[in-house]
Protein backbone atom coordinates (compact mmCIF):
# COMPACT_ATOMS: atom_id res chain seq x y z
CA UNK A 1 0.00 0.00 0.00
CA UNK A 2 1.08 3.27 -0.60
CA UNK A 3 1.42 5.69 1.98
CA UNK A 4 -0.52 8.41 0.10
CA UNK A 5 -3.45 5.79 0.68
CA UNK A 6 -3.59 7.64 4.30
CA UNK A 7 -3.28 11.23 3.08
CA UNK A 8 -6.29 13.44 2.47
CA UNK A 9 -6.53 16.24 0.08
CA UNK A 10 -5.58 18.38 3.28
CA UNK A 11 -2.82 16.45 4.53
CA UNK A 12 -1.19 16.77 1.36
CA UNK A 13 -2.16 20.70 1.20
CA UNK A 14 0.20 20.79 4.39
CA UNK A 15 2.71 18.38 4.27
CA UNK A 16 3.61 19.09 0.38
CA UNK A 17 2.80 22.81 -0.31
CA UNK A 18 3.03 23.87 3.62
CA UNK A 19 -0.49 25.69 3.35
CA UNK A 20 -3.45 25.52 5.95
CA UNK A 21 -6.26 26.24 3.60
CA UNK A 22 -7.64 25.60 0.60
CA UNK A 23 -8.50 28.47 -2.11
CA UNK A 24 -12.15 28.62 -2.98
CA UNK A 25 -12.94 25.24 -5.38
CA UNK A 26 -9.29 23.90 -4.90
CA UNK A 27 -10.83 20.91 -2.74
CA UNK A 28 -14.26 20.50 -4.32
CA UNK A 29 -12.34 20.07 -7.78
CA UNK A 30 -9.59 17.79 -6.34
CA UNK A 31 -12.65 15.52 -4.21
CA UNK A 32 -14.51 15.58 -7.42
CA UNK A 33 -11.38 14.55 -9.48
CA UNK A 34 -10.47 11.70 -7.24
CA UNK A 35 -14.11 10.38 -7.22
CA UNK A 36 -13.82 10.20 -11.38
CA UNK A 37 -14.79 13.08 -12.63
CA UNK A 38 -14.24 15.40 -15.66
CA UNK A 39 -13.24 18.93 -15.05
CA UNK A 40 -13.76 22.06 -16.79
CA UNK A 41 -12.37 25.27 -14.27
CA UNK A 42 -12.30 28.53 -15.09
CA UNK A 43 -9.71 30.17 -12.21
CA UNK A 44 -7.91 33.20 -12.42
CA UNK A 45 -4.53 33.61 -12.99
CA UNK A 46 -2.96 33.19 -9.53
CA UNK A 47 -5.93 31.37 -7.93
CA UNK A 48 -4.10 28.22 -7.50
CA UNK A 49 -5.33 26.21 -10.45
CA UNK A 50 -2.22 23.79 -10.96
CA UNK A 51 -2.86 22.20 -7.05
CA UNK A 52 -6.43 21.11 -8.42
CA UNK A 53 -4.25 18.77 -10.25
CA UNK A 54 -1.20 18.49 -8.48
CA UNK A 55 -2.83 17.23 -5.44
CA UNK A 56 -4.61 14.09 -7.44
CA UNK A 57 -1.59 13.48 -9.22
CA UNK A 58 0.28 12.66 -5.44
CA UNK A 59 -3.02 10.81 -4.00
CA UNK A 60 -4.12 8.95 -7.09
CA UNK A 61 -1.64 6.10 -8.04
CA UNK A 62 -0.68 6.40 -11.66
CA UNK A 63 0.70 9.45 -13.58
CA UNK A 64 -0.78 12.52 -14.33
CA UNK A 65 -0.09 13.99 -17.67
CA UNK A 66 0.11 17.89 -17.51
CA UNK A 67 -0.28 18.91 -21.04
CA UNK A 68 0.79 21.94 -21.28
CA UNK A 69 1.62 24.79 -24.86
CA UNK A 70 4.38 25.91 -23.02
CA UNK A 71 7.17 24.25 -23.68
CA UNK A 72 10.35 26.91 -22.59
CA UNK A 73 8.83 27.09 -19.21
CA UNK A 74 8.43 22.94 -18.40
CA UNK A 75 11.95 23.22 -16.72
CA UNK A 76 10.78 26.16 -14.88
CA UNK A 77 7.24 24.28 -13.61
CA UNK A 78 9.13 20.68 -13.20
CA UNK A 79 11.40 22.45 -10.51
CA UNK A 80 9.55 24.19 -8.85
CA UNK A 81 7.30 20.93 -8.09
CA UNK A 82 10.45 18.85 -7.07
CA UNK A 83 11.37 21.64 -4.73
CA UNK A 84 8.15 20.47 -3.31
CA UNK A 85 8.85 16.91 -3.03
CA UNK A 86 6.83 15.34 -6.25
CA UNK A 87 8.14 13.12 -8.41
CA UNK A 88 7.62 15.02 -12.27
CA UNK A 89 9.51 15.08 -15.26
CA UNK A 90 9.00 16.69 -18.56
CA UNK A 91 9.16 15.65 -21.99
CA UNK A 92 8.67 17.88 -25.62
CA UNK A 93 10.65 18.44 -28.19
CA UNK A 94 14.21 19.65 -26.62
CA UNK A 95 13.94 16.80 -24.58
CA UNK A 96 17.18 14.17 -25.39
CA UNK A 97 16.25 10.70 -26.87
CA UNK A 98 18.51 8.90 -23.71
CA UNK A 99 16.29 11.38 -21.35
CA UNK A 100 13.02 10.58 -22.82
CA UNK A 101 13.49 7.13 -22.56
CA UNK A 102 14.74 7.29 -19.45
CA UNK A 103 11.50 9.27 -17.86
CA UNK A 104 9.32 6.84 -19.95
CA UNK A 105 10.99 3.99 -17.84
CA UNK A 106 10.43 5.84 -14.69
CA UNK A 107 6.57 6.33 -15.48
CA UNK A 108 5.95 2.66 -16.52
CA UNK A 109 7.42 1.78 -13.25
CA UNK A 110 4.44 3.49 -11.46
CA UNK A 111 7.69 6.25 -10.23
CA UNK A 112 6.28 9.59 -11.29
CA UNK A 113 3.61 11.58 -10.19
CA UNK A 114 3.59 14.22 -12.93
CA UNK A 115 4.62 14.48 -16.65
CA UNK A 116 4.20 17.51 -18.64
CA UNK A 117 4.27 16.98 -21.98
CA UNK A 118 3.88 19.03 -25.16
CA UNK A 119 0.44 18.26 -27.27
CA UNK A 120 2.27 17.31 -30.22
CA UNK A 121 4.53 15.18 -28.70
CA UNK A 122 1.47 13.43 -26.58
CA UNK A 123 -0.63 13.32 -30.02
CA UNK A 124 2.18 11.09 -31.92
CA UNK A 125 1.46 7.84 -32.56
CA UNK A 126 4.27 6.33 -30.45
CA UNK A 127 3.45 8.24 -27.19
CA UNK A 128 -0.22 7.34 -27.57
CA UNK A 129 0.89 3.84 -27.67
CA UNK A 130 3.30 4.05 -24.82
CA UNK A 131 0.33 5.59 -22.55
CA UNK A 132 -1.29 2.35 -23.36
CA UNK A 133 1.32 0.64 -21.25
CA UNK A 134 1.27 2.88 -17.96
CA UNK A 135 -1.15 3.63 -15.29
CA UNK A 136 -2.88 7.09 -15.93
CA UNK A 137 -4.33 9.19 -13.31
CA UNK A 138 -5.19 11.81 -14.94
CA UNK A 139 -4.71 14.09 -17.80
CA UNK A 140 -4.63 17.75 -16.72
CA UNK A 141 -4.97 20.02 -19.79
CA UNK A 142 -3.63 23.65 -18.77
CA UNK A 143 -4.33 26.74 -21.44
CA UNK A 144 -6.69 25.18 -22.38
CA UNK A 145 -8.57 28.33 -24.54
CA UNK A 146 -5.30 27.42 -26.97
CA UNK A 147 -8.39 24.55 -28.44
CA UNK A 148 -10.53 27.53 -29.77
CA UNK A 149 -10.03 29.70 -32.29
CA UNK A 150 -12.25 32.56 -30.87
CA UNK A 151 -9.84 32.26 -27.93
CA UNK A 152 -6.64 34.49 -28.08
CA UNK A 153 -4.00 31.96 -28.74
CA UNK A 154 -5.22 28.99 -31.34
CA UNK A 155 -3.35 25.96 -31.37
CA UNK A 156 -4.31 23.73 -33.76
CA UNK A 157 -2.27 20.91 -32.11
CA UNK A 158 -5.04 21.17 -29.19
CA UNK A 159 -7.95 20.19 -31.27
CA UNK A 160 -6.65 16.34 -31.48
CA UNK A 161 -6.94 16.51 -27.72
CA UNK A 162 -10.53 15.79 -27.72
CA UNK A 163 -9.91 12.12 -29.00
CA UNK A 164 -8.55 11.55 -25.29
CA UNK A 165 -12.21 10.72 -24.01
CA UNK A 166 -12.36 7.99 -26.54
CA UNK A 167 -9.03 6.42 -26.57
CA UNK A 168 -9.18 6.90 -22.46
CA UNK A 169 -13.10 6.89 -21.40
CA UNK A 170 -11.79 5.51 -17.73
CA UNK A 171 -9.37 8.20 -16.50
CA UNK A 172 -10.75 11.82 -15.61
CA UNK A 173 -9.78 14.42 -17.15
CA UNK A 174 -9.18 18.10 -16.29
CA UNK A 175 -9.11 21.39 -18.55
CA UNK A 176 -8.03 24.47 -16.90
CA UNK A 177 -7.57 28.07 -18.20
CA UNK A 178 -7.72 31.68 -17.15
CA UNK A 179 -9.55 33.40 -19.58
CA UNK A 180 -12.00 32.46 -21.73
CA UNK A 181 -15.13 34.81 -22.41
CA UNK A 182 -18.46 32.60 -23.07
CA UNK A 183 -18.39 32.01 -26.41
CA UNK A 184 -14.95 30.20 -26.21
CA UNK A 185 -16.02 28.46 -23.28
CA UNK A 186 -18.52 27.19 -24.96
CA UNK A 187 -16.19 26.11 -27.62
CA UNK A 188 -13.55 24.68 -25.35
CA UNK A 189 -16.11 22.21 -23.80
CA UNK A 190 -17.10 21.07 -27.26
CA UNK A 191 -13.83 20.48 -29.26
CA UNK A 192 -12.40 18.63 -25.65
CA UNK A 193 -15.84 16.74 -25.41
CA UNK A 194 -16.49 17.99 -22.01
CA UNK A 195 -19.82 17.87 -21.72
CA UNK A 196 -20.19 16.02 -19.12
CA UNK A 197 -17.52 17.40 -16.77
CA UNK A 198 -18.39 19.57 -13.43
CA UNK A 199 -18.09 23.45 -14.45
CA UNK A 200 -16.18 25.53 -12.04
CA UNK A 201 -15.95 28.90 -12.82
CA UNK A 202 -14.44 31.23 -9.71
CA UNK A 203 -14.66 34.88 -9.70
CA UNK A 204 -12.47 36.36 -12.50
CA UNK A 205 -11.75 39.44 -10.65
CA UNK A 206 -7.84 40.52 -9.28
CA UNK A 207 -8.77 42.78 -6.71
CA UNK A 208 -5.03 43.61 -5.64
CA UNK A 209 -4.59 44.94 -8.71
CA UNK A 210 -4.95 48.65 -9.87
CA UNK A 211 -5.89 49.53 -12.96
CA UNK A 212 -4.52 52.66 -14.92
CA UNK A 213 -5.06 53.98 -18.90
CA UNK A 214 -2.87 57.20 -19.53
CA UNK A 215 -3.06 58.85 -23.06
CA UNK A 216 0.65 58.49 -25.05
CA UNK A 217 2.12 62.25 -24.34
CA UNK A 218 5.81 60.73 -23.89
CA UNK A 219 5.97 57.08 -23.36
CA UNK A 220 9.24 57.16 -21.76
CA UNK A 221 8.89 59.77 -19.62
CA UNK A 222 5.83 58.31 -18.92
CA UNK A 223 6.99 54.92 -18.16
CA UNK A 224 9.77 56.15 -15.79
CA UNK A 225 8.06 57.80 -13.84
CA UNK A 226 5.58 54.92 -13.39
CA UNK A 227 9.03 52.44 -12.16
CA UNK A 228 10.59 55.51 -10.16
CA UNK A 229 7.77 57.05 -8.50
CA UNK A 230 5.49 53.67 -8.21
CA UNK A 231 7.39 50.71 -8.04
CA UNK A 232 11.30 51.73 -7.64
CA UNK A 233 13.59 48.51 -7.18
CA UNK A 234 10.60 46.04 -7.92
CA UNK A 235 10.50 43.41 -10.54
CA UNK A 236 7.70 44.04 -13.64
CA UNK A 237 7.33 43.52 -17.14
CA UNK A 238 6.63 46.15 -19.94
CA UNK A 239 5.16 44.88 -23.25
CA UNK A 240 5.88 46.40 -26.39
CA UNK A 241 4.49 45.28 -30.09
CA UNK A 242 7.51 45.18 -31.81
CA UNK A 243 11.18 43.58 -31.06
CA UNK A 244 12.80 46.82 -32.11
CA UNK A 245 11.29 48.76 -29.24
CA UNK A 246 11.47 45.98 -26.92
CA UNK A 247 15.31 46.30 -27.41
CA UNK A 248 15.34 50.69 -27.45
CA UNK A 249 12.79 50.72 -24.20
CA UNK A 250 15.40 48.21 -22.45
CA UNK A 251 18.43 50.20 -23.36
CA UNK A 252 16.46 53.48 -22.44
CA UNK A 253 16.01 52.40 -19.24
CA UNK A 254 19.15 50.74 -18.09
CA UNK A 255 20.71 54.18 -19.32
CA UNK A 256 17.92 55.72 -16.36
CA UNK A 257 19.97 52.98 -13.97
CA UNK A 258 16.64 50.71 -13.99
CA UNK A 259 18.10 46.72 -14.38
CA UNK A 260 16.24 46.36 -17.47
CA UNK A 261 16.00 43.07 -20.26
CA UNK A 262 14.59 42.24 -23.41
CA UNK A 263 12.39 39.59 -24.47
CA UNK A 264 11.71 38.55 -27.67
CA UNK A 265 11.40 36.25 -30.17
CA UNK A 266 14.47 37.55 -33.00
CA UNK A 267 17.11 36.68 -29.61
CA UNK A 268 18.54 33.75 -29.91
CA UNK A 269 17.37 31.19 -27.49
CA UNK A 270 20.29 31.25 -24.87
CA UNK A 271 19.92 34.99 -24.76
CA UNK A 272 16.34 34.69 -24.72
CA UNK A 273 16.46 32.22 -21.51
CA UNK A 274 19.19 34.12 -19.98
CA UNK A 275 16.99 36.97 -19.82
CA UNK A 276 14.28 34.41 -18.71
CA UNK A 277 16.40 33.61 -15.48
CA UNK A 278 17.73 37.10 -15.00
CA UNK A 279 14.16 38.14 -14.06
CA UNK A 280 12.74 35.13 -12.17
CA UNK A 281 16.48 34.87 -10.11
CA UNK A 282 17.51 38.40 -9.80
CA UNK A 283 15.53 40.88 -7.82
CA UNK A 284 13.65 43.88 -9.01
CA UNK A 285 14.57 43.52 -12.42
CA UNK A 286 12.53 44.27 -15.39
CA UNK A 287 11.44 42.69 -18.34
CA UNK A 288 10.70 44.50 -21.81
CA UNK A 289 8.87 41.96 -23.83
CA UNK A 290 6.96 41.07 -26.39
CA UNK A 291 4.37 38.80 -25.69
CA UNK A 292 6.11 36.04 -26.35
CA UNK A 293 7.07 36.38 -22.89
CA UNK A 294 5.12 35.43 -19.95
CA UNK A 295 2.58 32.71 -20.64
CA UNK A 296 3.20 30.30 -17.73
CA UNK A 297 5.78 33.02 -15.62
CA UNK A 298 5.07 31.93 -12.34
CA UNK A 299 7.28 34.26 -10.14
CA UNK A 300 4.26 35.55 -7.41
CA UNK A 301 6.19 39.19 -6.67
CA UNK A 302 5.73 40.80 -9.93
CA UNK A 303 4.76 44.11 -8.61
CA UNK A 304 3.61 45.61 -11.85
CA UNK A 305 2.58 45.08 -16.06
CA UNK A 306 3.27 48.16 -18.11
CA UNK A 307 1.31 48.27 -21.60
CA UNK A 308 3.31 51.10 -24.35
CA UNK A 309 0.73 49.24 -26.83
CA UNK A 310 -2.75 49.06 -26.90
CA UNK A 311 -3.07 45.30 -26.72
CA UNK A 312 -5.08 43.08 -29.29
CA UNK A 313 -8.12 41.92 -27.01
CA UNK A 314 -8.99 42.12 -23.44
CA UNK A 315 -8.51 38.91 -23.19
CA UNK A 316 -4.65 39.04 -23.96
CA UNK A 317 -4.98 42.26 -21.84
CA UNK A 318 -6.55 41.10 -18.54
CA UNK A 319 -4.17 37.38 -19.24
CA UNK A 320 -0.78 39.77 -19.62
CA UNK A 321 -2.07 41.76 -16.65
CA UNK A 322 -2.67 39.08 -14.53
CA UNK A 323 1.04 38.06 -13.98
CA UNK A 324 1.30 40.71 -11.57
CA UNK A 325 0.22 40.07 -8.18
CA UNK A 326 0.24 36.52 -7.82
CA UNK A 327 1.41 36.75 -3.94
CA UNK A 328 -2.01 38.56 -3.67
CA UNK A 329 -0.29 41.83 -2.47
CA UNK A 330 -0.71 45.33 -4.16
CA UNK A 331 -0.08 45.49 -7.77
CA UNK A 332 -1.13 47.43 -10.69
CA UNK A 333 -1.70 47.13 -14.59
CA UNK A 334 -0.56 50.23 -16.33
CA UNK A 335 -0.99 51.20 -20.00
CA UNK A 336 -0.52 53.97 -21.88
CA UNK A 337 -1.62 54.10 -25.68
CA UNK A 338 -2.26 56.85 -28.52
CA UNK A 339 -3.93 56.69 -32.10
CA UNK A 340 -1.27 55.34 -33.86
CA UNK A 341 -1.72 52.07 -31.56
CA UNK A 342 -5.42 51.95 -33.02
CA UNK A 343 -4.36 52.14 -36.85
CA UNK A 344 -1.91 49.78 -36.46
CA UNK A 345 -3.90 46.97 -35.25
CA UNK A 346 -6.70 47.59 -37.89
CA UNK A 347 -4.01 47.25 -40.34
CA UNK A 348 -2.77 44.14 -38.64
CA UNK A 349 -6.68 42.74 -38.63
CA UNK A 350 -7.05 44.06 -42.58
CA UNK A 351 -4.19 42.44 -43.74
CA UNK A 352 -4.80 38.92 -41.64
CA UNK A 353 -5.14 35.80 -43.83
CA UNK A 354 -8.41 35.13 -41.71
CA UNK A 355 -11.65 34.74 -42.93
CA UNK A 356 -14.34 37.49 -43.12
CA UNK A 357 -16.62 36.06 -40.13
CA UNK A 358 -13.23 35.67 -37.99
CA UNK A 359 -11.76 39.28 -38.55
CA UNK A 360 -15.31 40.54 -37.72
CA UNK A 361 -14.78 38.98 -34.56
CA UNK A 362 -11.51 40.34 -34.26
CA UNK A 363 -13.34 44.04 -34.48
CA UNK A 364 -15.11 43.00 -32.23
CA UNK A 365 -12.52 42.67 -29.63
CA UNK A 366 -10.43 45.76 -30.67
CA UNK A 367 -13.55 47.81 -30.30
CA UNK A 368 -14.21 46.76 -26.89
CA UNK A 369 -10.66 47.09 -26.03
CA UNK A 370 -10.61 50.74 -26.74
CA UNK A 371 -13.92 51.11 -24.86
CA UNK A 372 -12.21 49.92 -22.29
CA UNK A 373 -9.34 52.19 -22.72
CA UNK A 374 -12.06 55.37 -22.99
CA UNK A 375 -15.07 54.43 -20.82
CA UNK A 376 -15.63 56.78 -18.24
CA UNK A 377 -16.66 53.82 -16.11
CA UNK A 378 -14.72 51.93 -13.17
CA UNK A 379 -12.04 49.88 -15.24
CA UNK A 380 -12.71 47.16 -13.33
CA UNK A 381 -16.93 47.32 -13.73
CA UNK A 382 -15.61 47.10 -17.61
CA UNK A 383 -13.21 44.71 -17.55
CA UNK A 384 -15.53 42.33 -15.70
CA UNK A 385 -18.69 43.23 -17.55
CA UNK A 386 -17.06 41.90 -20.56
CA UNK A 387 -16.47 38.87 -19.34
CA UNK A 388 -19.87 37.95 -18.24
CA UNK A 389 -19.59 39.22 -14.94
CA UNK A 390 -21.15 42.27 -12.78
CA UNK A 391 -19.09 43.88 -10.63
CA UNK A 392 -22.23 45.80 -8.48
CA UNK A 393 -20.15 49.35 -7.04
CA UNK A 394 -17.43 50.96 -8.62
CA UNK A 395 -13.79 49.54 -7.42
CA UNK A 396 -12.13 52.20 -5.98
CA UNK A 397 -8.82 50.77 -6.98
CA UNK A 398 -8.68 51.90 -10.53
CA UNK A 399 -7.40 55.36 -12.10
CA UNK A 400 -11.22 56.16 -12.47
CA UNK A 401 -12.17 55.31 -8.80
CA UNK A 402 -9.34 57.23 -7.86
CA UNK A 403 -8.97 60.72 -9.94
CA UNK A 404 -12.74 60.54 -11.09
CA UNK A 405 -14.17 61.96 -14.17
CA UNK A 406 -15.44 64.52 -15.29
CA UNK A 407 -17.48 64.88 -18.71
CA UNK A 408 -18.90 67.30 -20.83
CA UNK A 409 -20.96 68.08 -23.69
CA UNK A 410 -18.89 67.72 -26.42
CA UNK A 411 -21.69 67.82 -29.46
CA UNK A 412 -20.27 70.51 -30.55
CA UNK A 413 -16.76 69.71 -30.46
CA UNK A 414 -17.51 66.38 -31.94
CA UNK A 415 -19.33 68.16 -34.79
CA UNK A 416 -16.01 70.26 -35.44
CA UNK A 417 -13.74 67.39 -35.37
CA UNK A 418 -16.24 65.53 -37.59
CA UNK A 419 -17.02 68.52 -40.16
CA UNK A 420 -13.05 68.85 -40.56
CA UNK A 421 -12.83 65.11 -41.09
CA UNK A 422 -15.38 65.27 -43.74
CA UNK A 423 -14.42 68.49 -45.02
CA UNK A 424 -10.89 67.92 -45.75
CA UNK A 425 -12.02 64.71 -47.84
CA UNK A 426 -12.02 62.12 -45.08
CA UNK A 427 -8.23 61.16 -45.75
CA UNK A 428 -6.23 62.80 -43.44
CA UNK A 429 -4.95 61.54 -40.43
CA UNK A 430 -5.56 63.01 -36.47
CA UNK A 431 -2.48 65.16 -36.58
CA UNK A 432 -3.42 67.13 -39.48
CA UNK A 433 -6.71 67.55 -38.87
CA UNK A 434 -6.02 69.01 -35.20
CA UNK A 435 -3.88 71.56 -37.41
CA UNK A 436 -6.47 72.65 -39.67
CA UNK A 437 -9.04 73.03 -36.73
CA UNK A 438 -6.07 75.44 -34.95
CA UNK A 439 -5.83 77.54 -38.02
CA UNK A 440 -2.01 76.78 -38.09
CA UNK A 441 -0.52 78.40 -40.95
CA UNK A 442 1.48 75.72 -42.42
CA UNK A 443 2.23 75.02 -46.27
CA UNK A 444 0.56 71.70 -46.66
CA UNK A 445 -2.57 73.32 -45.34
CA UNK A 446 -2.52 75.64 -47.76
CA UNK A 447 -1.55 74.09 -50.39
CA UNK A 448 -4.58 71.59 -50.38
CA UNK A 449 -6.00 74.55 -50.39
CA UNK A 450 -7.81 73.74 -46.41
CA UNK A 451 -7.07 77.30 -45.08
CA UNK A 452 -10.22 78.12 -47.23
CA UNK A 453 -12.81 75.98 -45.30
CA UNK A 454 -15.49 76.60 -42.79
CA UNK A 455 -13.96 74.47 -41.05
CA UNK A 456 -9.84 76.31 -40.80
CA UNK A 457 -9.46 77.46 -37.04
CA UNK A 458 -12.46 76.94 -35.57
CA UNK A 459 -11.24 74.61 -32.78
CA UNK A 460 -8.83 76.96 -31.15
CA UNK A 461 -10.94 76.85 -27.80
CA UNK A 462 -9.00 73.43 -27.76
CA UNK A 463 -5.44 73.03 -26.99
CA UNK A 464 -4.10 70.11 -29.88
CA UNK A 465 -3.88 67.40 -26.73
CA UNK A 466 -6.92 67.80 -26.12
CA UNK A 467 -7.97 67.80 -29.75
CA UNK A 468 -6.23 64.43 -29.87
CA UNK A 469 -7.89 63.15 -26.81
CA UNK A 470 -11.11 64.24 -28.78
CA UNK A 471 -10.33 62.13 -31.83
CA UNK A 472 -9.53 59.07 -29.64
CA UNK A 473 -12.97 58.98 -27.66
CA UNK A 474 -14.23 59.57 -31.79
CA UNK A 475 -12.64 56.71 -32.68
CA UNK A 476 -13.52 54.43 -29.26
CA UNK A 477 -17.09 55.53 -30.10
CA UNK A 478 -16.62 54.43 -34.04
CA UNK A 479 -17.88 57.56 -35.51
CA UNK A 480 -14.61 57.86 -36.72
CA UNK A 481 -13.08 55.27 -38.57
CA UNK A 482 -9.04 54.88 -39.33
CA UNK A 483 -9.30 53.86 -42.90
CA UNK A 484 -5.79 51.66 -43.64
CA UNK A 485 -6.66 51.53 -47.28
CA UNK A 486 -6.43 55.65 -47.39
CA UNK A 487 -3.04 55.86 -45.85
CA UNK A 488 -4.57 55.98 -42.41
CA UNK A 489 -6.76 58.78 -43.06
CA UNK A 490 -10.27 59.19 -40.62
CA UNK A 491 -13.25 58.24 -42.08
CA UNK A 492 -16.92 58.92 -41.09
CA UNK A 493 -19.38 55.66 -39.96
CA UNK A 494 -23.02 56.01 -40.23
CA UNK A 495 -22.99 55.72 -36.60
CA UNK A 496 -22.24 59.59 -36.42
CA UNK A 497 -25.12 60.80 -38.06
CA UNK A 498 -27.07 61.24 -34.68
CA UNK A 499 -24.23 62.84 -33.16
CA UNK A 500 -23.70 65.43 -36.61
CA UNK A 501 -27.60 66.30 -36.88
CA UNK A 502 -27.85 67.32 -33.32
CA UNK A 503 -30.43 64.67 -32.96
CA UNK A 504 -28.50 62.95 -29.89
CA UNK A 505 -25.70 64.25 -27.49
CA UNK A 506 -22.34 63.40 -27.11
CA UNK A 507 -20.54 62.61 -23.63
CA UNK A 508 -16.92 63.97 -24.42
CA UNK A 509 -14.54 62.76 -21.23
CA UNK A 510 -12.36 65.91 -20.06
CA UNK A 511 -8.63 64.57 -20.25
CA UNK A 512 -7.43 63.12 -17.11
CA UNK A 513 -4.72 65.05 -15.35
CA UNK A 514 -2.55 62.30 -13.93
CA UNK A 515 -1.38 62.44 -10.21
CA UNK A 516 1.34 60.50 -9.70
CA UNK A 517 1.47 61.03 -6.11
CA UNK A 518 -2.18 59.49 -5.79
CA UNK A 519 -0.77 55.98 -4.12
CA UNK A 520 0.84 56.22 -1.49
CA UNK A 521 4.31 54.21 -1.91
CA UNK A 522 4.55 52.65 1.56
CA UNK A 523 7.34 50.40 0.77
CA UNK A 524 6.41 47.87 3.16
CA UNK A 525 6.94 43.82 2.43
CA UNK A 526 4.56 41.47 2.00
CA UNK A 527 3.30 38.98 4.67
CA UNK A 528 0.02 38.56 6.35
CA UNK A 529 1.39 39.60 9.93
CA UNK A 530 -0.11 43.20 8.71
CA UNK A 531 1.70 44.45 12.48
CA UNK A 532 4.23 46.36 11.26
CA UNK A 533 5.61 49.75 12.42
CA UNK A 534 5.95 49.04 16.15
CA UNK A 535 9.11 48.66 17.09
CA UNK A 536 8.89 45.73 20.51
CA UNK A 537 7.06 43.23 21.19
CA UNK A 538 6.08 39.70 19.46
CA UNK A 539 5.13 39.69 15.70
CA UNK A 540 7.35 42.96 14.93
CA UNK A 541 8.71 42.61 11.54
CA UNK A 542 12.14 42.76 11.33
CA UNK A 543 13.36 44.71 7.90
CA UNK A 544 17.20 43.39 8.30
CA UNK A 545 16.48 40.12 8.83
CA UNK A 546 14.21 39.92 6.24
CA UNK A 547 17.10 41.70 3.54
CA UNK A 548 19.44 38.28 5.04
CA UNK A 549 17.25 35.50 4.58
CA UNK A 550 16.82 37.23 1.08
CA UNK A 551 20.30 36.72 0.37
CA UNK A 552 20.34 33.40 1.75
CA UNK A 553 17.54 32.30 -0.40
CA UNK A 554 19.54 34.06 -3.45
CA UNK A 555 22.29 32.18 -2.90
CA UNK A 556 20.85 28.99 -2.47
CA UNK A 557 18.99 29.46 -5.53
CA UNK A 558 22.05 30.66 -7.37
CA UNK A 559 23.88 27.46 -6.67
CA UNK A 560 20.57 25.43 -7.98
CA UNK A 561 20.01 27.31 -10.65
CA UNK A 562 16.92 28.06 -9.36
CA UNK A 563 14.62 31.28 -9.26
CA UNK A 564 14.46 32.36 -5.89
CA UNK A 565 10.97 32.08 -5.59
CA UNK A 566 10.77 28.41 -5.87
CA UNK A 567 12.69 28.00 -2.27
CA UNK A 568 10.35 30.06 -0.63
CA UNK A 569 8.49 32.96 -1.51
CA UNK A 570 8.62 36.61 -0.19
CA UNK A 571 5.66 36.18 2.21
CA UNK A 572 7.15 33.09 3.61
CA UNK A 573 10.76 35.03 4.53
CA UNK A 574 8.72 38.05 5.56
CA UNK A 575 6.70 35.74 8.12
CA UNK A 576 10.08 33.97 9.20
CA UNK A 577 11.08 38.11 9.72
CA UNK A 578 8.02 38.28 11.76
CA UNK A 579 7.44 35.67 13.64
CA UNK A 580 11.21 34.48 14.23
CA UNK A 581 10.53 30.42 14.74
CA UNK A 582 13.47 28.97 16.52
CA UNK A 583 13.28 25.22 15.69
CA UNK A 584 11.80 23.58 12.60
CA UNK A 585 8.59 22.79 14.54
CA UNK A 586 8.12 26.09 14.59
CA UNK A 587 9.27 26.57 11.35
CA UNK A 588 6.65 24.07 9.86
CA UNK A 589 3.63 26.50 11.11
CA UNK A 590 4.32 29.31 8.41
CA UNK A 591 2.74 29.65 5.06
CA UNK A 592 4.52 28.10 2.48
CA UNK A 593 7.13 25.48 4.52
CA UNK A 594 6.02 22.25 3.65
CA UNK A 595 7.59 19.10 4.64
CA UNK A 596 10.82 18.72 2.12
CA UNK A 597 11.53 22.35 2.22
CA UNK A 598 11.87 22.38 5.77
CA UNK A 599 14.31 19.50 5.51
CA UNK A 600 16.01 20.84 2.71
CA UNK A 601 16.44 24.36 3.86
CA UNK A 602 14.70 24.89 7.45
CA UNK A 603 18.19 24.35 9.52
CA UNK A 604 19.62 26.96 6.83
CA UNK A 605 17.06 29.57 7.83
CA UNK A 606 17.12 29.02 11.00
CA UNK A 607 20.23 29.78 11.52
CA UNK A 608 20.57 32.58 10.29
CA UNK A 609 17.19 33.61 12.15
CA UNK A 610 19.43 32.58 15.75
CA UNK A 611 22.12 34.50 14.90
CA UNK A 612 19.87 38.13 14.29
CA UNK A 613 18.01 37.00 17.69
CA UNK A 614 21.47 36.68 19.20
CA UNK A 615 22.63 39.86 17.98
CA UNK A 616 19.76 41.73 18.72
CA UNK A 617 19.18 39.93 22.13
CA UNK A 618 15.63 39.37 21.37
CA UNK A 619 16.16 36.02 23.12
CA UNK A 620 15.72 37.56 26.84
CA UNK A 621 12.20 38.86 25.90
CA UNK A 622 10.96 35.29 26.12
P1 LIG B 1 -2.58 29.66 -11.37
O1 LIG B 1 -2.05 28.45 -12.08
O2 LIG B 1 -4.05 29.60 -11.11
O3 LIG B 1 -2.19 30.94 -12.01
P2 LIG B 1 -0.84 28.80 -9.30
O4 LIG B 1 -1.29 27.40 -9.23
O5 LIG B 1 0.47 29.08 -9.93
O6 LIG B 1 -1.95 29.72 -9.94
O7 LIG B 1 -0.85 29.39 -7.82
C1 LIG B 1 -0.52 30.72 -7.56
C2 LIG B 1 0.20 30.81 -6.23
O8 LIG B 1 -0.70 30.56 -5.16
C3 LIG B 1 1.31 29.78 -6.11
O9 LIG B 1 2.41 30.41 -5.52
C4 LIG B 1 0.72 28.73 -5.20
O10 LIG B 1 1.71 28.04 -4.49
C5 LIG B 1 -0.19 29.56 -4.30
N1 LIG B 1 -1.31 28.77 -3.75
C6 LIG B 1 -2.07 27.89 -4.41
N2 LIG B 1 -3.00 27.35 -3.58
C7 LIG B 1 -2.80 27.90 -2.37
C8 LIG B 1 -3.44 27.74 -1.08
N3 LIG B 1 -4.45 26.91 -0.91
N4 LIG B 1 -2.96 28.49 -0.05
C9 LIG B 1 -1.93 29.33 -0.23
N5 LIG B 1 -1.30 29.52 -1.41
C10 LIG B 1 -1.72 28.82 -2.47
ZN1 LIG C 1 -12.68 51.20 -10.39
Not at 248 to 277: C, M, V
Request: proline fraction near 4%; hydrophobic fraction near 35%; aromatic fraction near 10%.
Amino acid sequence: MDITDLLTPHDVLKKYFGYDNFRPYQEEIINSIITGNDIFTVMHTGSGKSLCYQIPAILLPGTCLVISPLIALMQDQVDSVRQLGIKAAFLNSMSLPGDALGIERSAISGDLDLLYVAPERLMTDGFLAFLKTIKISLFAIDEAHCVSQWGHDFRPEYLRLGILSEMFPDIPRIALTATADEFTRKDIIEKLQLENARYFLSGLDRPNISYTVEAKNNEKSQLLSLIRDRHPGEPGIVYCTTRNKTDEIAEFLRKNEIPAYSYHAGLDRNTRLKHQNIFLQGDGIVIVATIAFGMGINKPDIRYIAHLNLPKTLENYYQETGRAGRDGEPAEAFMIYGLQDVAVLQQMIDTSEGEEEFKRIQYRKMDAMLGYCESGHCRRQVLLGYFGEKLETPCGNCDICINGIETIDGTLIAQKALSCAFRTGQMFGMNYLIDVLLGKSIERIRNFGHDQLSVYGIGKELSALEWRSVFRQLVAARFLKVDMANKGGLRLTSQCRPVLTGKEKFLLRKERVVNAKRRDSKKTPIGRSGVLGQSSGPGVYHAELFERLKTTRYELARKQSLPAYVIFHNSTLAEFATFLPDSLKEMRNIIGVGQTKLEKYGEIFLEIIREYKQENNLYQDD
